[in-house]
């Protein structure tokens, strides 16, 4: 008996120490309590804090959109500025103007040019915004709790090899077939072509009132605090 709760004793610390060291690295920025490297497997909510504070730190370029303007970077637009990508907020008007309304007084003097994508995503009314941001830091933890599992370590532990080993950012075992940098932009690594078979699901925009009628706050928003938005 004592031998099967040793062994059960063992097992469950193996877990809490595999679990905390990906909740450390946190291979996709799910949180904001996480190791700052500079390439990782996505970006989540982790990502989006981890861009407001860099915000109130240094004065950037910031760009608002989804996954198409997610490769945007310095290397793009050729500033002096820092560039964050907010693709995580994936444009919809209502989780922008959320965004824009409750940055402090520092953060909004940092601001020094706003791009912002106007795709499809933007009339998909509430169903459109990021539902994880209305989650509060215990939700969040628990979700990363519920989805643990052996690719979270393996994805950590490769997390923690390409920040440490350059000769390994490239290198094909090691990699995705894109990263997404602590600064919020994607860098592609491998050439992806169409297979033939899979199709894009695009949004289906319901032209909501409430996100056109937000685009102006929006506007409004830009002009009271003099900022370039294009």
Known sequence: MKNIISILFIAFLILVLSFTFVYIVDPKQENEYSFDFKYYYGGGY???KKLHKKLEETPSVIII???RSRLVSNENLHTNYQVLNFHVLYNNPLGVYDF????????ITNIKKIYYLLD???????????????????QIFFDQLKNFNLTKIDQAYKTIIINTMPKYIFEENYVPYYYVSNLGHTLLVQDRTWDGIGIEVLHE????LSTIKTLKKINDWVKNNNKEII
């Open 120 to 138: 499809t995503h933007i009339f998909c009314g509430d169903m459109g915004v990021n539902k994880y941001f209305g989650k509060n830091k215990y």
């Open 205 to 208: 925009p319901n032209f909501s």
């Open 46 to 48: 982790g990502l989006y």
């Open 65 to 67: 959109g989804d996954s």
């Open 100 to 107: 824009l309304n409750n940055l402090n007084h520092k953060q």
